[in-house]
């Protein structure tokens, strides 16, 4: 009977050499029955199959008494490799242990099988990729959000910022209209010079404004041109004593600077935003150093004041644009891109900014900018 | 004594042989994370990317039980876990039993020959995958319709032993990557070295490899079918290391003599 059964059927020694093989079980192989009788099982399994019963069947087998619906290949049948599913069973009721085992081909369920495995693979790699999607458009969502309320911020202050100035001017200049006949010559001045101060105020912040489009639009060129700095250095400190009465301006700087590069429009405005933070950051009455000196290949240019010092700002981040940083925003007054503006004017010609806190007190805003290369 | 447990199985194996050494030492038998009763809560894929993670086990297990002079008997791909932790820390063990090692299954020939090529390990890995193994760790989720709870895919799991599907896939793909061969000659830990004449996991001339490659080191032969001898041939295998324990003993007495 077990010659006609469809399902091959073998019968192991306690060593796993085959001991008895049905013609199914012969006939699946791709041997003659010579061949098989006294091998040990393995050798008649494709090699990852072989590894498989050594490190996983075999010691289930021999622990547990039994394995099931396990997924082999044998090797080398007529067609190649046999996918075949194994029962086995150990029998140590008689004088020798005995395995029983039974194998059925597999062939058609295994092609399904493998196809419905890899599907099913290929889901769950595209379920990762989506998800990873999804993760990656969620985060550009917050940070457009982030984005959005930090630049409302921005548009607010510069609104305010703007307003100020021409709120003066145009009131001022309406007075001056109508009333300068009947106004004191001294009133008339003084209204004058506020007129002037708030127009001053408003040129720089535009100037500023100017700036902070080209970068954002990524079409700040400066050209390369010699600056002869100790100069410039000299116009802008008189032009801010003029301008701010109430601080003291004192430069310390050699008699010759080396000639450094880019253009003295920029430079001058770098200086002016300096001298300006520093003023609008110390007490009245306090003095405002600025000291100049040749530096690696270069100069150095710092502007020192007896203010609070930085705090618990970071140096970096005072000079980022007031809508990228929150911080700012709250604990800034003014427009908040003065030394932004100063950061991407030196680096556009090829130099470096910092900001200190000074061990005695006040803060200390620097630059350095290239020598000139003949 | 330490027992260490090889891939495809876990501690419960080492019942045929691990009892007849109660009497003389204090026997430890543990699980690798994945396996038996270990706790798979400890799992972290990058730990187990490569053996040094079970190795580093194998030596945190002696310190939280405070052995010394360990005798660390391992089976397999824990041959060379424990060649490992046996170079990070030699001061821990006084021997190594190494049943069946393999430094490296897979051929870089013409020098060495593991066994297997490639292919053959590609095939174990899919074998595995499509064996209940891989059925449970991919169908587990989908069938439970809950991925964020890979606990639930337990009943599910493999027909073998109690391997968690996920991480027995790594550790196979981890073993059958792996090549110690280097590690060998580092080991200055006396050891014993135990080969089966038919072992189609790890042939004879890897044993005589391993045994060539580590100096202080002894190989004997079981006269058995397959990669298990202390599952399918424990009488010997116990007998061998017995043997080499009472020489190591005598020569313990003669150097103090």
Same mark, same amino acid.
């Given at each position: 009977?077990?010659?006609?059964?469809?399902?091959?059927?073998?019968?192991?020694?306690?060593?796993?050499?085959?001991?008895?093989?049905?013609?199914?079980?012969? +006939? #699946?192989?791709?041997?003659?029955?010579?061949?098989?009788?006294?091998?040990? =099982?393995? @050798?008649?399994?494709? *090699?990852? $199959? &072989?590894?498989?019963?050594?490190?996983?069947?075999?010691?289930?087998?021999?622990?547990?008494?039994?394995?099931?619906?396990?997924?082999?290949?044998?090797?080398?049948?007529?067609?190649?490799?046999?996918?075949?599913?194994?029962? +086995? #069973?150990?029998?140590?009721?008689?004088?020798?242990?005995?395995?029983?085992? =039974?194998? @059925?081909?597999?062939? *058609?369920? $295994? &092609?399904?099988?493998?196809?419905?495995?890899?599907?099913?693979?290929?889901?769950?790699?595209?379920?990762?990729?989506?998800?990873?999607?999804?993760?990656?458009?969620?985060?550009?969502?917050?940070?457009?959000?982030?984005?959005?309320?930090?630049?409302?911020?921005?548009?607010?202050?510069?609104?305010?910022?703007?307003?100020?100035?021409?709120?003066?001017?145009?009131?001022?200049?309406?007075?001056?209209?109508?009333?300068?006949?009947?106004?004191?010559?001294?009133?008339?001045?003084?209204?004058?010079?506020?007129?002037?101060?708030?127009?001053?105020?408003?040129?720089?912040?535009?100037?500023?404004?100017?700036?902070?489009?080209?970068?954002?639009?990524?079409?700040?060129?400066?050209?390369?041109?010699?600056?002869?700095?100790?100069?410039?250095?000299?116009?802008?400190?008189?032009?801010?004593?003029?301008?701010?009465?109430?601080?003291?301006?004192?430069?310390?700087?050699?008699?010759?600077?080396?000639?450094?590069?880019?253009?003295?429009?920029?430079?001058?405005?770098?200086?002016?935003?300096?001298?300006?933070?520093?003023?609008?950051?110390?007490?009245?009455?306090?003095?405002?150093?600025?000291?100049?000196?040749?530096?690696?290949?270069?100069?150095?240019?710092?502007?020192?004041?007896?203010?609070?010092?930085?705090?618990?700002?970071?140096?970096?981040?005072?000079?980022?644009?007031?809508?990228?940083?929150?911080?700012?925003?709250?604990?800034?007054?003014?427009?908040?891109?003065?030394?932004?503006?100063?950061?991407?004017?030196?680096?556009?010609?090829?130099?470096?900014?910092?900001?200190?806190?000074?061990?005695?007190?006040?803060?200390?805003?620097?630059?350095?900018?290239?020598?000139?290369?003949? | 004594?330490?027992?260490?447990?090889?891939?495809?199985?876990?501690?419960?194996?080492?019942?045929?042989?691990?009892?007849?050494?109660?009497?003389?030492?204090?026997?430890?038998?543990?699980?690798?994370?994945?396996?038996?009763?270990?706790?798979?809560?400890?799992?972290?894929?990058?730990?187990?990317?490569?053996?040094?993670?079970?190795?580093?086990?194998?030596?945190?297990?002696?310190?939280?039980?405070?052995?010394?002079?360990?005798?660390?008997?391992?089976?397999?791909?824990?041959?060379?876990?424990?060649?490992?932790?046996?170079?990070?820390?030699?001061?821990?063990?006084?021997?190594?039993?190494?049943?069946?090692?393999?430094?490296?299954?897979?051929?870089?020939?013409?020098?060495?020959?593991?066994?297997?090529?490639?292919?053959?390990?590609?095939?174990?890995?899919?074998?595995?995958?499509?064996?209940?193994?891989?059925?449970?760790?991919?169908?587990?989720?989908?069938?439970?319709?809950?991925?964020?709870?890979?606990?639930?895919?337990?009943?599910?799991?493999?027909?073998?032993?109690?391997?968690?599907?996920?991480?027995?896939?790594?550790?196979?793909?981890?073993?059958?990557?792996?090549?110690?061969?280097?590690?060998?000659?580092?080991?200055?830990?006396?050891?014993?070295?135990?080969?089966?004449?038919?072992?189609?996991?790890?042939?004879?001339?890897?044993?005589?490899?391993?045994?060539?490659?580590?100096?202080?080191?002894?190989?004997?032969?079981?006269?058995?079918?397959?990669?298990?001898?202390?599952?399918?041939?424990?009488?010997?295998?116990?007998?061998?290391?017995?043997?080499?324990?009472?020489?190591?003993?005598?020569?313990?007495?003669?150097?103090?003599?």
């Amino acid at each position: 009977m077990l010659d006609l059964i469809p399902a091959g059927i073998v019968l192991l020694s306690e060593d796993m050499r085959i001991i008895s093989a049905n013609p199914a079980m012969v +006939a #699946l192989t791709g041997r003659t029955p010579a061949e098989l009788i006294g091998q040990p =099982v393995d @050798v008649f399994l494709a *090699a990852p $199959s &072989r590894i498989l019963f050594q490190t996983h069947v075999y010691p289930t087998l021999r622990a547990s008494g039994r394995v099931d619906e396990m997924f082999l290949h044998l090797a080398g049948g007529p067609d190649g490799a046999v996918p075949v599913l194994l029962n +086995a #069973l150990r029998d140590d009721s008689g004088p020798d242990v005995l395995y029983h085992v =039974v194998v @059925v081909r597999f062939q *058609a369920r $295994s &092609r399904w099988e493998t196809d419905l495995l890899n599907a099913t693979k290929a889901l769950e790699r595209e379920r990762a990729a989506s998800q990873q999607l999804a993760d990656q458009l969620a985060t550009r969502h917050d940070q457009e959000t982030l984005d959005r309320s930090y630049r409302d911020a921005f548009i607010g202050v510069l609104s305010h910022e703007l307003r100020t100035p021409i709120t003066t001017i145009y009131g001022m200049s309406h007075l001056l209209e109508q009333r300068h006949t009947a106004m004191a010559p001294e009133v008339v001045s003084q209204h004058l010079a506020d007129i002037v101060d708030e127009a001053d105020r408003l040129h720089r912040l535009t100037e500023d404004l100017l700036i902070v489009t080209l970068v954002e639009g990524r079409r700040l060129e400066i050209g390369r041109e010699p600056i002869q700095i100790a100069r410039l250095i000299e116009r802008s400190v008189n032009s801010e004593r003029n301008r701010v009465v109430d601080h003291k301006f004192t430069i310390n700087m050699p008699a010759q600077l080396p000639l450094v590069t880019g253009e003295d429009l920029y430079v001058e405005q770098v200086l002016r935003n300096y001298l300006n933070n520093a003023a609008k950051y110390s007490p009245a009455g306090s003095e405002i150093h600025l000291r100049a000196e040749s530096q690696e290949g270069g100069v150095e240019v710092r502007v020192v004041d007896s203010g609070a010092g930085l705090g618990d700002q970071q140096p970096e981040q005072l000079f980022e644009l007031l809508y990228r940083s929150p911080n700012v925003v709250r604990q800034t007054s003014g427009a908040g891109i003065g030394l932004f503006v100063c950061r991407e004017l030196i680096s556009a010609m090829g130099g470096r900014v910092w900001a200190a806190s000074r061990p005695e007190g006040g803060a200390e805003f620097g630059f350095w900018l290239p020598e000139l290369v003949e | 004594m330490v027992f260490a447990h090889g891939f495809g199985c876990d501690q419960t194996l080492w019942r045929f042989v691990a009892p007849a050494f109660e009497g003389d030492y204090r026997v430890v038998t543990f699980d690798y994370i994945g396996a038996g009763a270990s706790d798979r809560s400890a799992y972290n894929p990058e730990r187990y990317a490569s053996l040094n993670g079970y190795a580093d086990d194998i030596l945190e297990i002696c310190r939280a039980l405070e052995l010394s002079n360990v005798i660390v008997v391992a089976h397999s791909v824990s041959a060379s876990i424990a060649i490992l932790a046996a170079n990070k820390s030699p001061e821990t063990f006084s021997d190594l039993v190494l049943l069946t090692p393999s430094p490296r299954y897979l051929d870089d020939l013409p020098e060495y020959r593991g066994g297997f090529s490639a292919a053959d390990i590609d095939g174990l890995l899919q074998m595995m995958d499509v064996n209940a193994v891989g059925w449970a760790a991919f169908l587990a989720p989908i069938v439970m319709g809950n991925p964020d709870r890979p606990e639930l895919s337990s009943d599910l799991e493999a027909t073998f032993c109690s391997i968690d599907p996920v991480m027995a896939r790594q550790f196979a793909d981890v073993t059958f990557h792996a090549d110690n061969r280097a590690d060998l000659a580092r080991v200055t830990t006396p050891s014993l070295i135990v080969q089966c004449s038919h072992d189609a996991v790890a042939p004879l001339e890897v044993g005589a490899y391993v045994h060539d490659q580590m100096a202080d080191s002894r190989l004997k032969m079981i006269d058995a079918i397959g990669h298990c001898p202390h599952v399918s041939h424990p009488a010997e295998t116990i007998a061998l290391m017995a043997d080499y324990l009472g020489e190591r003993k005598r020569e313990r007495v003669a150097d103090l003599v």
